[in-house]
């Protein structure tokens, strides 16, 4: 029965008697198939996103950051030693440059040619453009300094007491470190000095660990040259970094590097060069959609470049990695990575190391030259049910003298499952001694070689 109710209703009373007695009466609605009914009166006139209109001539509207113009000029600043819209050669300079663009929504930084000698790493923002002019343009730290705490904090604390002051200066990069007295391992806290008094320093936040002296906790002048936390949209351009890796104590890559994200997505490095880190190049830890293209990392103690951990989907291209302990790193549970046309050589250890569910990666039409170790370790890690480099694609590399007399090429290990390894030359172009082109343990399973071309090795294959 179809109920049209009209307009002449003037009273809501009437309105709502009428409602009642044909509806409620007639069509012998329950309240359950009143809900329904209604919810799909409400539904239907609700687009999905795929049937949404699209948005072809967008305007800034207060609040919506989806959809705007492709506007022809955002703000620029220039920073530099002289000549500039910021004068300075410090941190403070470009960080003063990073929080005006911020404030603004964004824009670009044009750094000057100059040497900036950082005190603190640069805090990046979101989308923000860090442009240098390339070798001329050169952010490096002076040398680290150590000192022991002198008096206990408690992890709700905010500030630590040094034994003596040191060259420590407010608003410096510090990085806190102690041995944990519940488990032996060593806790790392990375904060900046805020105020002082005396070797007593006030810290930019609260310590949320236990600095006791019973850990032998200490401070150190340790930091990223460029870091950020959750946050996007960044392109870093046409710079040089330097972490005066001879004056400088070793900072892990999972803390610091010549760059270090975390939780960050959407980041492009470009003709980046970070060279002499006491520990590693480029690092990001939890770090989705980060481009490294056209990058030089060479001469750092640890790592060229490191796709940290859980990090997915990274690209990294025609890079050059050179002279680092491992070159490229695939850290833990990074997936559908592409590394291609990379150049990496002399590398102390291993070119490429790929490893705890690191899977669905492509490394294609890269030079790994002159490894000290091994050219690409699929490393072994029995510490999960499947923790392997499993499904991961290794394709038209060319794999160069690896290793010592007893050196290989490309060695899976473990359990490594559903690997291809197709159209790839390795050579060895020293004397046979014991050396093996590829090496696949007994346990891997799934391992496809396909038109490998292995010259100039004692043994070209160990299957098992």
């Given at each position: 029965?179809?109920?049209?109710?009209?307009?002449?209703?003037?009273?809501?009373?009437?309105?709502?008697?009428?409602?009642?007695?044909?509806?409620?009466?007639?069509?012998?609605?329950?309240?359950?198939?009143?809900?329904?009914?209604?919810?799909?009166?409400?539904?239907?006139?609700?687009?999905?996103?795929?049937?949404?209109?699209?948005?072809?001539?967008?305007?800034?509207?207060?609040?919506?950051?989806?959809?705007?113009?492709?506007?022809?000029?955002?703000?620029?600043?220039?920073?530099?030693?002289?000549?500039?819209?910021?004068?300075?050669?410090?941190?403070?300079?470009?960080?003063?440059?990073?929080?005006?663009?911020?404030?603004?929504?964004?824009?670009?930084?044009?750094?000057?040619?100059?040497?900036?000698?950082?005190?603190?790493?640069?805090s990046l923002s979101s989308n923000l453009r860090l442009i240098g002019s390339g070798a001329e343009t050169i952010l490096t730290k002076g040398p680290s300094e150590t000192i022991e705490l002198a008096d206990d904090s408690d992890w709700y604390d905010q500030e630590v007491t040094l034994s003596k002051s040191g060259d420590f200066k407010v608003g410096d990069g510090v990085l806190l470190k102690t041995v944990n007295q519940d488990n032996g391992?060593?806790?790392?806290?990375?904060?900046?000095?805020?105020?002082?008094?005396?070797?007593?320093?006030?810290?930019?936040?609260?310590?949320r660990k236990n600095l006791w002296l019973t850990g032998k906790p200490t401070c150190s002048s340790l930091f990223p040259l460029l870091t950020s936390e959750y946050t996007s949209d960044v392109l870093i351009e046409n710079l040089t970094l330097d972490g005066n890796l001879a004056n400088n104590e070793n900072l892990n890559g999972n803390y610091g590097g010549g760059i270090f994200l975390q939780d960050c997505n959407r980041y492009t490095f470009?003709?980046?060069?970070?060279?002499?880190?006491?520990?590693?190049?480029?690092?990001?830890?939890?770090?989705?959609?980060?481009?490294?293209?056209?990058?030089?990392?060479?001469?750092?103690?640890?790592?060229?470049?490191?796709?940290?951990?859980?990090?997915?989907?990274?690209?990294?291209?025609?890079?050059?990695?050179?002279?680092?302990?491992?070159?490229?790193?695939?850290?833990?549970?990074?997936?559908?990575?592409?590394?291609?046309?990379?150049?990496?050589?002399?590398?102390?250890?291993?070119?490429?190391?790929?490893?705890?569910?690191?899977?669905?990666?492509?490394?294609?039409?890269?030079?790994?030259?002159?490894?000290?170790?091994?050219?690409?370790?699929?490393?072994?890690?029995?510490?999960?049910?499947?923790?392997?480099?499993?499904?991961?694609?290794?394709?038209?590399?060319?794999?160069?003298?690896?290793?010592?007399?007893?050196?290989?090429?490309?060695?899976?290990?473990?359990?490594?499952?559903?690997?291809?390894?197709?159209?790839?030359?390795?050579?060895?172009?020293?004397?046979?001694?014991?050396?093996?082109?590829?090496?696949?343990?007994?346990?891997?399973?799934?391992?496809?070689?396909?038109?490998?071309?292995?010259?100039?090795?004692?043994?070209?294959?160990?299957?098992?």
């Amino acid at each position: 029965m179809r109920i049209q109710l009209q307009c002449f209703c003037d009273d809501i009373d009437q309105l709502g008697s009428l409602w009642s007695s044909n509806v409620m009466q007639n069509m012998n609605l329950n309240r359950r198939g009143f809900l329904v009914t209604t919810g799909a009166l409400l539904s239907a006139g609700a687009l999905s996103a795929a049937e949404r209109p699209e948005v072809t001539t967008p305007r800034a509207t207060d609040g919506d950051e989806a959809h705007e113009p492709d506007w022809e000029q955002k703000l620029t600043l220039t920073v530099g030693p002289k000549h500039a819209d910021l004068v300075g050669s410090d941190d403070k300079v470009i960080q003063a440059a990073v929080d005006y663009i911020t404030r603004m929504g964004g824009g670009t930084i044009q750094l000057l040619p100059g040497t900036f000698t950082l005190r603190n790493a640069i805090s990046l923002s979101s989308n923000l453009r860090l442009i240098g002019s390339g070798a001329e343009t050169i952010l490096t730290k002076g040398p680290s300094e150590t000192i022991e705490l002198a008096d206990d904090s408690d992890w709700y604390d905010q500030e630590v007491t040094l034994s003596k002051s040191g060259d420590f200066k407010v608003g410096d990069g510090v990085l806190l470190k102690t041995v944990n007295q519940d488990n032996g391992s060593t806790d790392v806290i990375k904060r900046t000095l805020v105020a002082r008094s005396g070797n007593r320093f006030k810290l930019d936040n609260g310590i949320r660990k236990n600095l006791w002296l019973t850990g032998k906790p200490t401070c150190s002048s340790l930091f990223p040259l460029l870091t950020s936390e959750y946050t996007s949209d960044v392109l870093i351009e046409n710079l040089t970094l330097d972490g005066n890796l001879a004056n400088n104590e070793n900072l892990n890559g999972n803390y610091g590097g010549g760059i270090f994200l975390q939780d960050c997505n959407r980041y492009t490095f470009r003709k980046v060069e970070s060279r002499n880190y006491n520990g590693d190049g480029i690092s990001f830890q939890i770090c989705h959609d980060v481009v490294v293209e056209n990058c030089h990392c060479h001469d750092n103690a640890d790592l060229g470049v490191h796709p940290g951990s859980g990090s997915q989907r990274p690209v990294l291209k025609n890079n050059r990695l050179e002279r680092n302990t491992i070159g490229l790193f695939w850290c833990w549970g990074v997936k559908y990575g592409l590394a291609e046309g990379n150049r990496i050589v002399d590398n102390r250890n291993f070119g490429i190391s790929i490893g705890h569910n690191d899977t669905d990666n492509v490394m294609r039409n890269n030079d790994v030259i002159g490894s000290g170790k091994v050219g690409v370790l699929f490393r072994d890690d029995s510490r999960g049910e499947d923790f392997w480099a499993n499904r991961n694609l290794v394709e038209n590399n060319r794999i160069t003298d690896s290793g010592d007399e007893s050196g290989i090429a490309i060695d899976v290990q473990g359990k490594t499952k559903n690997v291809r390894i197709v159209g790839n030359e390795i050579r060895e172009t020293r004397q046979p001694m014991s050396r093996i082109g590829i090496r696949i343990s007994a346990e891997a399973s799934g391992i496809e070689l396909n038109s490998n071309k292995v010259e100039g090795f004692a043994t070209a294959v160990v299957n098992g």
